[in-house]
């Protein structure tokens, strides 16, 4: 089971998209979820990319540079590890990233970040 | 053998830096560290990045085993109280007490906080530690207005502070007429004043705090000029004073104003007591940077060691981003005249200012600032430094050349092997290059590993990486041009791999010839020679992750996130039909519309959900993609030609229309233009484009590699006179050549110019086929033009793809909530970038 007061249930794991991302609503709150599905790890952040507060991460390129999992955000390729939040084009600024588990086919997001 | 015992009194950077670079030399030393704060040496310069997540951990200088592997003895929150000189000793506040060959004074500064009533009151703070951070930030959760006495560097980086913390209104109060007086002028102050002040900073200059009132609490702030601010919080950064009270108390010879006398072996009046960093003064001053500071505590090891270096004064040139505004200052800036010549550049638009001062005799580089754009900074300081004879033409140095060649790199070169490169490291130019020639260094990250250069504050980095290619060409090295970490190819070496093994997808390309899991820049060039190669919709086999988000979404993205609707317009022709339904569908999803630069209309302001039903109506009209979000050809622009024009020699429109339609949705390095012209007045601008055609008596002339944008270029004749068949032969030849050779994200017109040959090579490539490729390349864009389909059309058509046009996936009806728009002319536009913490 469970503990819905902590997970948010935001899709079947086969509406997420395969090496991408998805953007996920959680009443006011917008959460970008991404599948590499050759890792087979899910990580989820703010959707909000610090640099220009755009409402973009879910649409941006993930990949990874030595072994860190990133996302590049779409509008001016600003990149963020997905492990830590932090930025990695150099810049002074992070976002927040949340915890997933995945049970019977469910992806859950953590409602706090970590 | 007893070891040498040297006692270092900080744990700060400097402090740090001291025990690594000692523990680098020699093994012969005993050392114990004792530090007052709780935390092992962290980052103090990008202390401000506490508030945007990072940890202290994250700003630690070391790794928490570090001192212990190194054999040092760390003790934390257990500073020393009283020194015995006579004796030898030291002792701590824990009560007890260790004996010394060599003490070290590396007990930095403390931040100075003038003699204002009120400043006790609750709600006032210092920004020197984490643990004032801490403070600053519980407090700030409850307060809406702040203020900063000091606009110096620390100064802006706490207003920078409490923005991150969310204060609505931030103030700076400087005594001084300018903002950091130390490293700008009156007029680089007043740039940066306008550009803090867009970001919602209220600065105010030649204030004067005189006391600070509230009950137990800060509530206003009052100056001498009788006006007075109110306030919740306020943090002092007016300065720094130096930690000297532990170095006087025992007799230790101390400045007037503060600071631990010492000689350029970094040695106290006492010839077993140093002193470096912000707590040392030399020759007068207190030298409050991180890179002097670093360069003090390398005197010291090396003397230890037995060496022989001096500390002799320190460039206090500086590079910094302030709140994402770059400001650097270099060599004498504030010399002016008749002392020098001064050269300004200002640009109130963009927010620049460059200033440079120059030798009366014009020969030398004097100093110099920038705000706005730092990027001249480290070739400025070089030419400073090193004493480089200036060119003819010295506002080249802070317009870029105006001839159009390219000096890049040809800077570098000049340099002596002495010039200092890292000044955080001191490493020289002679180091970097021998780390590449001597110690095989292959990359940037086997020069910082290697040398240390760019490890500190980073901002040589792109001088760093000029000198290891540099040197791998003057050693006839073969610098490849790889992709990326993921892929140890060239992009016209994977374009055959992927040909000769018919990948069709990205995950099969990475499989095959890459590894990891890629990243932003190999996904969209792969994808691209995908595209170019197969013709296939780009979006299916899972090749739509790896495209960039305006392929992704077959729109471009716009501010805010929502997204343009441009359909094909060939030629620029269009009924009054379909003008009509062009007109209805912006009416009805409310887009905003105007004709672009290439003859179409351009709808904007579409919603991500919207886009597929849009684009059913468009595709049930007969509209099909624009492409305007693709590396591909856009638009071939024409005049209207023989049919309407009187002076017109041949039906450009009609040519136009067919080239367009031949060419639409090839995919290539980069997008490509054309035009047709139907006369020698060139109405249609085809000397601009990629490929441009030119009405003559007898037929055509062909134009190719121009561009309009940043950089523009005239396009080079190539061939005259074609009849209308052998020039689309030759333009399908040249396109080819230009899509499998071209690396990425290259225009034709910089694709030529790194040609060897230039326009005759390229000539003989494509008119008389010297590399026998033509019959191979005209079948290949035959193959495209056959493949051609509306992916648009597919899209809509296909519900898998379809699906992914919605913003959210646990929502799919609903549009994204944040986009805003605003009436503009009776139209809508997109609400401003909202003001942030601009990177």
């Given at each position: 089971m469970t503990d819905t007061s902590n997970w948010l249930a935001a899709c079947r794991v086969e509406d997420a998209v395969e090496n991408g991302g998805v953007c996920v609503k959680n009443g006011e709150e917008q959460i970008a979820l991404f599948y590499f599905k050759r890792r087979n790890e899910w990580f989820a952040t703010q959707n909000e990319c610090p640099h220009r507060k755009q409402m973009a991460l879910s649409r941006g390129m993930i990949g990874s540079t030595t072994d860190e999992p990133k996302v590049a955000c779409p509008f001016h390729k600003k990149t963020f590890s997905l492990h830590t939040g932090e930025c990695l084009s150099g810049d002074e600024c992070a976002i927040k990233t949340y915890p997933v588990k995945i049970d019977n086919g469910i992806v859950y997001i953590g409602k706090s970040p970590k | 053998m007893k070891k040498t015992q040297i006692i270092v009194i900080g744990n700060g950077m400097v402090g740090y830096k001291f025990c690594e670079k000692l523990k680098s030399k020699s093994e012969s030393f005993n050392l114990i560290v004792f530090g007052e704060e709780c935390r092992r040496a962290y980052d103090r310069v990008h202390l401000s990045e506490y508030f945007n997540g990072k940890t202290a951990e994250d700003l630690s200088l070391s790794t928490a085993t570090w001192y212990e592997e190194q054999n040092i003895t760390l003790f934390l929150s257990n500073p020393i109280t009283k020194i015995d000189r006579d004796f030898k000793m030291v002792y701590a506040a824990d009560g007890l007490s260790y004996s010394y060959d060599y003490l070290v004074f590396a007990t930095g500064s403390a931040a100075f906080v003038p003699t204002i009533p009120g400043v006790e009151k609750d709600g006032v703070f210092v920004y020197r530690t984490i643990e004032d951070l801490e403070l600053i930030s519980e407090f700030a959760k409850k307060a809406k207005t702040g203020a900063v006495i000091g606009g110096g560097l620390l100064g802006l980086e706490a207003a920078k502070a409490l923005i991150d913390l969310g204060i609505e209104q931030t103030h700076i109060i400087e005594f001084a007429p300018r903002l950091m007086p130390r490293q700008i002028d009156v007029a680089g102050s007043e740039m940066l004043k306008s550009k803090l002040a867009d970001l919602g900073l209220k600065i105010h200059l030649n204030k004067n705090t005189t006391s600070i009132v509230g009950d137990g609490k800060i509530a206003a702030m009052q100056f001498s000029d009788d006006t007075n601010l109110e306030v919740d919080m306020l943090v002092i950064s007016a300065g720094i004073k130096p930690r000297d009270e532990l170095a006087k108390a025992c007799g230790i010879e101390v400045g007037q104003r503060g600071g631990i006398l010492v000689n350029e072996k970094m040695q106290t009046s006492d010839p077993s007591v140093f002193a470096i960093g912000e707590c040392a003064l030399y020759d007068g001053m207190i030298y409050g940077l991180i890179a002097p500071g670093y360069e003090m505590a390398e005197v010291l090891a090396a003397n230890l060691c037995e060496g022989d270096k001096e500390f002799t004064g320190f460039d206090m040139s500086t590079k910094l981003k302030l709140i994402g505004i770059d400001v650097a200052s270099f060599g004498d800036n504030f010399i002016d005249e008749p002392d020098c010549r001064t050269i300004i550049f200002e640009n109130k638009h963009k927010g620049i200012y460059s200033r440079i001062n120059v030798s009366n005799d014009g020969q030398y580089l004097l100093g110099g600032i920038l705000i706005g754009d730092a990027t001249a900074y480290n070739m400025l300081l070089q030419t400073v430094n090193n004493k480089i004879v200036l060119p003819e033409n010295p506002e080249e140095l802070i317009f870029g050349s105006r001839s159009g060649g390219e000096s890049d790199g040809a800077g570098i070169t000049s340099l002596p092997d002495s010039a200092l490169i890292c000044s955080c490291e001191g490493v020289s130019k002679g180091d970097i290059c021998s780390a590449v020639t001597d110690q095989n260094c292959e990359n940037l990250d086997d020069i910082k590993k290697c040398t240390k250069a760019g490890t500190g504050c980073g901002g040589c980095i792109p001088m760093v990486k000029d000198l290891m290619v540099h040197t791998f060409k003057s050693q006839g090295k073969y610098v490849k041009n790889v992709i990326c970490e993921h892929f140890n190819y060239s992009r016209q070496e994977l374009f055959d791999l992927i040909h000769i093994h018919e990948l069709k997808s990205y995950d099969e390309v990475l499989n095959e010839f890459g590894k990891n899991d890629g990243c932003e820049v190999c996904k969209p060039l792969v994808a691209s020679l995908l595209a170019s190669l197969w013709n296939e919709m780009i979006l299916k086999k899972g090749n739509d992750v790896a495209q960039d988000s305006n392929d992704r979404f077959l729109a471009n993205i716009q501010k805010g996130g929502s997204y343009s609707v441009v359909p094909r317009v060939p030629g620029g022709e269009i009924t009054p039909d379909k003008l009509i339904i062009i007109g209805e569908v912006a009416k009805k999803y409310n887009l905003y519309t105007k004709i672009t630069g290439g003859q179409r209309i351009d709808m904007f302001g579409a919603h991500l959900n919207d886009l597929p039903i849009i684009w059913e109506e468009l595709i049930a009209a007969g509209f099909e993609s624009g492409h305007a979000y693709g590396k591909g050809l856009r638009t071939v622009k024409s005049c209207v030609g023989s049919t309407w024009c009187r002076f017109g020699l041949h039906d450009s429109v009609s040519y136009a229309i067919r080239i367009e339609e031949r060419y639409r949705g090839i995919r290539a390095p980069h997008k490509f233009k054309s035009a047709v012209s139907?006369?020698?007045?060139e109405c249609a601008e085809a000397q601009s484009k990629d490929f441009g055609i030119i009405a003559t008596e007898k037929g055509w002339n062909l134009y190719v590699c121009g561009n309009g944008g940043s950089k523009p270029q005239h396009a080079l004749l190539l061939a005259t006179d074609l009849d209308s068949e052998t020039c689309i032969k030759y333009i399908d030849r040249f396109l080819m050549f230009y899509i499998r050779t071209a690396d990425p994200l290259t225009r034709t017109a910089t694709w030529l110019n790194k040609m060897e040959g230039g326009i005759d090579y390229l000539r003989n490539v494509v008119i008389n086929d010297s590399l026998g490729m033509a019959e191979q390349w005209e079948q290949e864009i035959e193959n495209l033009i056959s493949s051609y389909k509306c992916e648009w059309k597919e899209a809509v058509e296909n519900p898998a793809i379809r699906k992914r046009f919605s913003h959210f996936v646990n929502a799919p009806e609903e549009k994204d909530p944040t986009i805003e728009f605003v009436d503009m002319r009776g139209q809508k536009r997109v609400a401003e970038w909202k003001t942030s913490n601009q990177i």
């Open positions: - | 139907g006369c020698i007045r």
